[in-house]
Structure formats: C-alpha cells, structure tokens
C-alpha cells in the first residue's frame, strides 16, 4: 500500500510519541522535529506507510541516542495483559465457539499501540469485542479455510497484544494446527520481538519466528526468505494490525489465504477505504483487494 499525504503528520507525531515515552525535554523535541522535517522529504511517496514509518522512527532513535525507548512501556504491557489473560480464556473456553471468541479476544489487544496512542482501556475493548464483534466478518469464511488447514501463520503486532494472541493460538492447537508466529527482529514502536514471546511464553505453544528486520509491517523487500516462504505457502494467514495491513498485501499471490485482522484507528485510511473509524475488522485478502480497487486511488 503507497503512502497518503495524510501520512506525512503521523510520522512526526509517532516521533514525538517516541520521545515522550523517555520524557525527552520539549528544546530537544523541537531540535529533533526539525531534522525530521529534513530527513521526510528525502522519502519515497511509493512506499508503504508502515515502512516510511519505521524509517523515521529508527531516524529518531539515533537523534534521541535511544534503540529502544518504548522498551519499559513493552514490559508494563506484557504485566498487563498477563494479569488479564486467566479471566479472558476462562471467557473464551466457555464459549459456545471457542475459535470465534479468540478472535476477538486477539483483535481486542490491537488496541494497546503506544505509537500515536499512548492510552488505552483494555477492559473496555475486551467487553466491547466480545459484545459487538467484527464490523466486517469473513470468519465463516476463515473458519472453513482453518478446518482444512495444516499450518496457520500470525503476523503479530504489539507487545500486550501477544498475551492475548496466545489465546488464538492455544485454540488453534486445540484444533490441530501448526501455528508460526511471527516477530520483529529488533526494536520499532512497541511491535513484539522475541524477548517479548519468551517473556509470554508465546514460545512454548507456538513456532516463533523472526521477520528479518527491525521495520513496521512485513516489507516484502525486507523480510528474510524464511517469513516470504512462510506467507507464500501457508494454508492461512492472519495479520494483526495496521502496519501488517499495509505491507502483507505485498505478497500479491497468496491474498485468498490472508485475513485481516484489526481495528482501524487511522481516519484518513478508514475515510478512503469506507471503514468504520474504530471498527474491528475480521476481512479477508481478497475482498480487500476488491475494497482497495474500488475506493482507493493510489
């Protein structure tokens, strides 16, 4: 997906995000603000936004002297969620579709994202997932494809977020399948890396893999050549979040097999594609394509 002018405002603000989550004084903020300004219009409009993104965040990262300011915010994410997640799979084991449930349960956490965000009500999403549900829902559809499948892939997001993924993929072994999970090979926002599925267990259940790459997204240029290998031959693929959004849609070949999983949050996008701001959206790959065709001139 090729970037909007909309963009451009979020760039700087997930910077300055980044520097307030290390309290960096508001001189220094304006100083850093400046070069970015500098350092934006040497990107490539053609690129996706998740990846001009991480662009300037790593950018950042090296005005602030910092590889990793949202690492303390991770691990009070991480706290959070295990502290929830006994009462939520209680929630979804008791439910009369247990797979449907954890969906939601996994779209729910998309919620804890400290890039433009940096507060969040997780009670209040977890209730209002579990009673209102997807806007748009293609699970009939995911369902039917997961009941044939051997191997799931789950591109995750956030920290947080993985505890409640892990439900998804308990359920899904519960089911038979052989699930890979994938994360970032290094620090960008608050995305999951492997210190973050070791400190949830994630690995325990689950094949975790590294995307290759410390970048938003999976940038199909980017990534290493076992995750294009994994999303080009797995039976089903399901992609948590915004950056995942815009970039597994790369992978142009295997979009019947791809689910979309996430809330929108970005208006700009929700406006140009007819979303409902803040809706869950369970859709599959094809249907967005259709979506894409019909609404979004790039």
Not at 155 to 166: H, L, M, P, R
Not at 251 to 258: I, S
Request: aromatic share 10%; glycine share 4%.
């Amino acid at each position: 997906m090729k970037s909007l002018v909309d963009c451009i405002h979020c760039y700087l603000k997930q910077a300055v995000s980044c520097m307030e989550m290390i309290k960096v004084p508001d001189e220094k903020k304006i100083e850093v603000l400046y070069n970015l300004m500098d350092f934006i219009k040497t990107l490539e409009p053609s690129a996706s936004p998740a990846y001009n993104s991480s662009l300037v965040l790593l950018k950042t990262y090296e005005f602030i002297n910092n590889p990793d300011p949202y690492y303390e915010a991770k691990k009070s994410s991480n706290k959070l969620a295990l502290e929830l997640y006994p009462k939520v799979k209680e929630k979804v084991q008791t439910a009369a579709d247990t797979l449907y449930e954890a969906l939601k349960v996994s779209v729910a956490g998309n919620v804890i994202d400290l890039g433009i965000q940096r507060s969040f009500d997780i009670d209040k999403e977890l209730e209002h997932a579990f009673d209102f549900g997807f806007w748009i829902d293609d699970y009939p559809l995911l369902k039917e494809k997961i009941e044939k499948a051997k191997d799931v892939i789950i591109v995750g997001d956030n920290a947080g977020e993985i505890v409640f993924d892990k439900i998804l993929v308990e359920i899904l072994n519960e089911m038979g399948k052989n699930v890979y999970y994938i994360v970032k090979s290094g620090p960008v926002l608050n995305d999951a890396t492997r210190e973050d599925a070791k400190e949830v267990s994630m690995e325990k259940i689950a094949n975790v893999v590294e995307s290759g790459a410390a970048l938003l997204g999976v940038p199909k240029d980017f990534v290493s050549e076992q995750v294009k290998n994994l999303i080009s031959t797995a039976d089903v693929i399901i992609s948590k979040g915004q950056a995942n959004f815009e970039t597994v849609d790369d992978f142009e070949d295997v979009q019947a097999n791809v689910f979309y999983l996430l809330k929108i949050k970005c208006e700009y996008l929700a406006k140009k594609l007819k979303f409902k701001q803040g809706s869950l959206v369970l859709i599959n790959g094809e249907k967005l394509k259709e979506r894409k065709q019909k609404y979004l001139v790039m």
